[in-house]
């Protein structure tokens, strides 16, 4: 990871000191007294446009404006980590208010995080996010955080740290020659955030405006890492909640959503050998959810995820196959109680020419088969400043998990520049 200090002038004046004319005085002088600061980020421009291929035209796709800065702070064994993040999409300017205010632009601080470092311990408190799991695109270990499936898929499989909602947490990690050890207490549930009605990617038929209950619920999270003989090996613990919440409509027809118990026990590996690296997660829910019409069906849930990643000259490859098995599921449970789920990513560099190409397929079965397709080419134009040219496409029947989407292909460019 590329940090880049900030320069001796700007931190002068931010912190209200003269600046002296010799940049390594001056920085050392901060250094000593003040600690010392690094930051990065990005500022991107992307225009979307629909597929000509796409039935429905009558929405206007258009520009998209974000940005990202990262201000860190260490001093000693102290640090403080921080991240915010801006969006603005214009597209969503002449929807109906709650749609407008919701996606037009949002600008937060995602991430602070206050930490303590010994030899053999790490304590970290504040809004941050941790990922569990050796899988890509599908999360059968990854519980922690809640999605942002506000624009679909289409942030998470960019940047998986955009895709997930950071949440307020302390997390304990001790360190033992080859073995690590994590403790986590992630206060109040968050839901999954949804898009509303009149976005893009909302779901027909999906309430709005619902109430949730009021709950102050810790989610508890342990996990055990070894490193045996070249074999990254993770056990899992989870006791918390789902943030896909159950409805249920009162006797005034509101709907109302409430957090049901989640509870994980999980393993995780990865090995290398001669032609790549295999890797997979396996999880047993022993209690988990399902939405009926008339509330929720407890039951049991059991994943398996395979997956196998190889790199040869300037190509890369990542093939993945998971089936998620519910267990003693209801009658009244009308859908397929397996899902199967699959992933193939291929990508080829020409570095001389400071060219990237690359495609990724995501395919979905429960009750019937639906895709993804998303193929890019980027163009490293100078140092820090990233071309990219894409076309994404959905295919299936709309009650599908990508055929919902199916009028949703587009095509785009955006321009990325790190800083």
């Known amino acids: 990871m590329l940090i880049r200090p900030m320069k001796p002038a700007l931190l002068c004046v931010a912190l209200g000191l003269p600046f002296l004319s010799n940049d390594s005085f001056a920085m050392s002088m901060l250094d000593s007294s003040f600690g010392d600061f690094a930051s990065k980020g990005?500022?991107?421009?992307?225009y979307q446009g629909r597929s000509p291929f796409v039935?429905?035209?009558?929405?206007?796709?258009?520009e998209n404006i974000d940005a990202q800065f990262e201000l860190d702070w260490s001093s000693s064994d102290f640090s403080v980590d921080t991240l915010s993040y801006f969006k603005y999409r214009p597209q969503y300017s002449d929807?109906?208010?709650e749609t407008r205010d919701e996606l037009e632009w949002?600008?937060?601080?995602?991430?602070?995080?206050?930490?303590?470092?010994?030899?053999?311990?790490?304590y970290r408190v504040g809004k941050q996010q941790v990922a569990w799991g050796k899988g890509d695109y599908f999360r059968i270990?990854?519980?922690?955080?809640?999605?942002?499936?506000?624009?679909?898929?289409?942030?998470?499989?960019?940047?998986?740290?955009?895709?997930?909602?950071?949440?307020?947490?302390?997390?304990?990690?001790?360190?033992?020659?080859?073995?690590?050890?994590?403790?986590i207490a992630a206060y109040e549930t968050q839901e999954t955030l949804a898009a509303p009605a009149g976005a893009d990617f909302a779901v027909t038929g999906y309430p709005q405006d619902i109430s949730l209950e009021e709950n102050s619920n810790i989610d508890y999270g342990f996990r055990a890492r070894f490193f045996l003989d070249g074999t990254d090996l993770d056990i899992y613990l989870f006791d918390g909640y789902n943030p896909d919440p159950i409805l249920k409509q009162n006797t005034e027809n509101q709907f109302e959503g409430t957090f049901a118990k989640r509870q994980l026990l999980a393993l995780s590996f990865a090995r290398p050998n001669d032609y790549g690296v295999i890797r997979s997660d396996i999880a047993y829910y022993p209690k988990e959810s399902l939405q009926l019409g008339s509330g929720a069906d407890e039951v049991?849930?059991?994943?398996?995820?395979?997956?196998?990643?190889?790199?040869?000259?300037?190509?890369?490859?990542?093939f993945q196959g998971a089936v998620s098995q519910y267990l003693s599921v209801s009658d009244e449970y009308t859908r397929d109680?397996?899902?199967?789920?699959?992933?193939?990513?291929?990508?080829?560099?020409?570095?001389q020419l400071r060219l990237t190409s690359s495609i990724l397929w995501l395919y979905n079965y429960q009750d019937d088969a639906s895709s993804m397709l998303?193929?890019?080419?980027?163009?490293?134009?100078?140092?820090?400043?990233?071309?990219?040219?894409?076309?994404?496409?959905?295919?299936?029947?709309?009650s599908t998990l990508h055929g919902m989407y199916d009028d949703q292909d587009r095509i785009y460019m955006n321009l990325k520049y790190s800083f």
């Open 337 to 351: 109680d397996q899902i199967l789920s699959a992933s193939a990513f291929i990508e080829k560099q020409w570095s």
């Open 42 to 46: 990005f500022a991107r421009f992307e």
């Open 374 to 398: 998303k193929y890019l080419v980027s163009y490293e134009w100078f140092n820090a400043t990233l071309l990219e040219l894409g076309v994404i496409g959905f295919d299936g029947k709309k």
């Open 106 to 122: 949002n600008a937060d601080l995602r991430e602070w995080i206050l930490a303590y470092e010994s030899s053999q311990w790490l």
């Open 141 to 183: 270990v990854d519980v922690i955080n809640p999605l942002d499936l506000r624009e679909g898929l289409l942030t998470y499989i960019d940047d998986y740290a955009l895709g997930r909602q950071p949440r307020n947490m302390a997390v304990v990690e001790h360190f033992l020659n080859d073995v690590e050890f994590q403790f």
């Open 95 to 97: 929807e109906d208010k």
């Open 55 to 62: 039935d429905d035209q009558s929405t206007d796709l258009r």
């Open 300 to 318: 049991s849930k059991f994943d398996i995820l395979l997956g196998f990643d190889a790199q040869e000259n300037e190509w890369s490859f990542n």
